[in-house]
């Protein structure tokens, strides 16, 4: 069974940090590119770092860029997003996801498979 998990959301203060992890499980993540999205209340889902199954090229959103980073350990079938100098604007569910083809993508619907999403607020 096809399962990813999130988790390392929470409650931080402007200026901090968190570190979100995604969990695979039931499939091989080494051959799959991963993205972390973020969906905030009324706002549409966006994209905001991509890494690739191939090579471990990253692509970050011009939001978060200089700020997050994303990583990958495919012996612990777990990838990463490391957020720094977080704001309120970052506030959002956050969520990982998976696919099997094609380059990076902040497309959605390129993607085959979504974890359940971890909360972060970021606030004073």
């Known amino acids: 069974q096809v399962q990813l998990v999130e988790s390392g959301g929470g409650l931080v203060q402007p200026g901090g940090s968190l570190r979100l992890s995604c969990a695979a499980s039931g499939f091989t993540l080494d051959y799959y590119i991963i993205a972390w999205f973020r969906q905030a209340p009324g706002k549409e889902r966006e994209g905001v770092s991509c890494i690739s199954s191939s090579d471990d090229n990253t692509f970050y959103a011009d939001s978060v860029n200089g700020r997050f980073t994303i990583s990958r350990d495919n012996a612990k079938k777990t990838v990463y997003l490391q957020m720094n100098s977080l704001r309120p604007e970052d506030t959002a569910v956050y969520y990982c996801?998976?696919?099997?083809?094609?380059?990076?993508?902040?497309?959605?619907?390129?993607?085959?498979?979504w974890g359940q999403g971890t909360q972060v607020t970021v606030s004073s």
């Open positions: 996801a998976a696919e099997a083809l094609g380059p990076c993508s902040f497309d959605a619907d390129e993607y085959d498979y």
